[in-house]
């Protein structure tokens, strides 16, 4: 099992993120993708998950509103959009399989600057 | 939301002594279906977290069996029986239990 994200990520305050996150070695549509951040020297926070199979969601009630996220299921591949950027949004952003996040991305720092 | 609660957060610890760390819920942790959703995650210096320990108990393949974890209810433990060089890191529990899943503060593990 392998989860590989996109890379690192300058954005302006206000602007729109969107992370990937390449799944290989599974059965992509088996398994929900969820997503976690962190931001510099803090702990883990759970942002929502996806159902590759069916394309449901399910958002942390923080991020309603301004995340975003889908599937391509073609390419293995689920996505996280993040909108309306602001600079405690700066973070390195994982993606994490099924609900007991048994193996996790590499991370994607997202860094939100003016 | 169901709060987490690590102690201690900073745990200076000999090579070859043990540490534990305790993970505290403010809801039982038993879910409906029977099962107890409690896992704890290792993340060493600049790496992505890694699943160490599933419900409660279950350790994870790979995972040196010097780890343990134990509990039930509320109240949760990792055990490391001989801390190792490689184990330092923070160390998270995480419930999915109840929504939203949520993580303790961390505690970081250092050799002394």
């Known amino acids: 099992v392998q989860l590989v994200q996109s890379g690192a990520e300058v954005k302006k305050p206000g602007a729109s993120v969107n992370v990937s996150c390449k799944a290989s070695?599974?059965?992509?549509?088996?398994?929900?993708i969820h997503w976690v951040r962190q931001a510099p020297g803090q702990g883990l926070e759970w942002m929502g998950w996806i159902n590759p199979k069916s394309g449901g969601t399910n958002y942390a009630q923080k991020f309603q509103g301004r995340v975003t996220m889908t599937r391509d299921t073609s390419i293995s591949t689920a996505y996280m959009e993040l909108s309306r950027l602001r600079s405690d949004d700066t973070a390195v952003y994982y993606c994490?399989?099924?609900?007991?996040?048994?193996?996790w991305g590499q991370g994607t720092l997202v860094t939100v600057s003016s | 939301d169901v709060v987490m609660t690590q102690s201690p957060l900073s745990l200076p610890v000999t090579l070859g002594q043990p540490a534990s760390i305790s993970c505290r819920s403010s809801?039982?942790?038993?879910?409906?279906?029977?099962?107890?959703?409690l896992n704890w995650f290792q993340q060493r210096p600049g790496q992505s977290p890694r699943r160490l320990i599933y419900?409660?108990?279950n350790r994870d393949s790979g995972v040196p069996d010097r780890f343990s974890g134990s509990g039930s209810g509320t109240d949760f433990t990792l055990k490391i029986s001989r801390v190792e060089a490689e184990d330092v890191g923070v160390y998270y529990c995480?419930?999915?239990?109840?929504?939203?899943?949520?993580f303790g503060q961390g505690t970081k593990v250092e050799i002394k």
């Open positions: 995480m419930q999915n239990t109840h929504w939203p899943r949520t």
């Open positions: 419900k409660v108990s």
């Open positions: 809801q039982s942790l038993v879910h409906s279906d029977g099962n107890t959703y």
């Open positions: 994490a399989r099924t609900g007991d996040l048994d193996y």
């Open positions: 070695g599974y059965t992509f549509t088996a398994s929900y």
